[in-house]
């Protein structure tokens, strides 16, 4: 088995992204599956492309891709995509899309084919804080959701994937307000690598309590 796992590369002036910290320090073998590791750009276009031209030279099993989200006190696995791009601030190319689809033509949303659930007992379970997330945003990070599985889900059906956001690192908090969540790093990579242990283990997902109250 193989599992294609990527991290973006710093954005939006931080000096490093714990999506690909924290992928670099997770083990190359996982239960058997060799894990592919792959720094992609914070670029609404090309990352979702650097990803997809991953797939189609390494063929995985899994694609799992990480993302960083500020201000999250949790690792977080996300359940949609949406094709929409909404950018607060541009992307590492300097490209702000504004109200605009992802794949012009495409399905408004699909939703993740990881064990989400599984994942995120799995964390809990080993003392990581963790939950399911029922929105990716609409910067780069839920581009490269929607993209991903828009080509798994046209090009490459036997392949399955999805989106987790992490925390900053513990570092990144030092300039931010007083009480803005980070977390360790090896905490993170932590997480990675038993949420790449439930998507082995778990085929199909779990039955498990979640969802929001708003």
Do not use: W
């Not at 000096?15 to 073998?29: M, Q, T």
């Not at 794949?103 to 007992?121: D, I, N, R, S």
């Not at 007083?178 to 990579?189: E, K, R, S, V």
Request: with cysteine; net charge negative.
């Amino acid at each position: 088995m193989k599992i294609l796992v990527t991290g973006f590369d710093p954005f939006g002036g931080e000096k490093i992204n714990p999506a690909f910290e924290a992928v670099k320090l997770i083990p190359d073998c996982i239960e058997g599956a060799e894990i592919i590791k792959l720094e992609v750009p914070t670029v609404f276009k090309k990352g979702p492309q650097a990803t997809i031209d991953a797939i189609e030279k390494y063929h995985p099993d899994y694609v799992f891709c990480i993302g960083q989200a500020g201000g999250r006190s949790q690792i977080t696995p996300e359940f949609v995509g949406i094709n929409y791009a909404q950018a607060r601030i541009p992307d590492n190319d300097g490209d702000q899309p504004f109200n605009q689809p992802l794949v012009e033509g495409g399905p408004t949303a699909y939703f993740t084919q990881l064990p989400v659930y599984a994942m995120v007992e799995k964390m809990k379970e080993n003392g990581i804080p963790a939950s399911v997330s029922y929105t990716a945003g609409t910067y780069v990070c839920n581009a490269m959701l929607y993209c991903v599985l828009h080509a798994l889900n046209t090009k490459y059906p036997n392949i399955k994937g999805g989106f987790m956001h992490v925390p900053y690192a513990t570092s990144q908090t030092v300039n931010q307000p007083a009480g803005t969540p980070g977390m360790n790093l090896n905490d993170i990579a932590r997480g990675i690598e038993l949420s790449i242990e439930a998507i082995i283990e778990n085929p199909t997902d779990i039955m498990a309590q979640g969802g929001t109250t708003h």
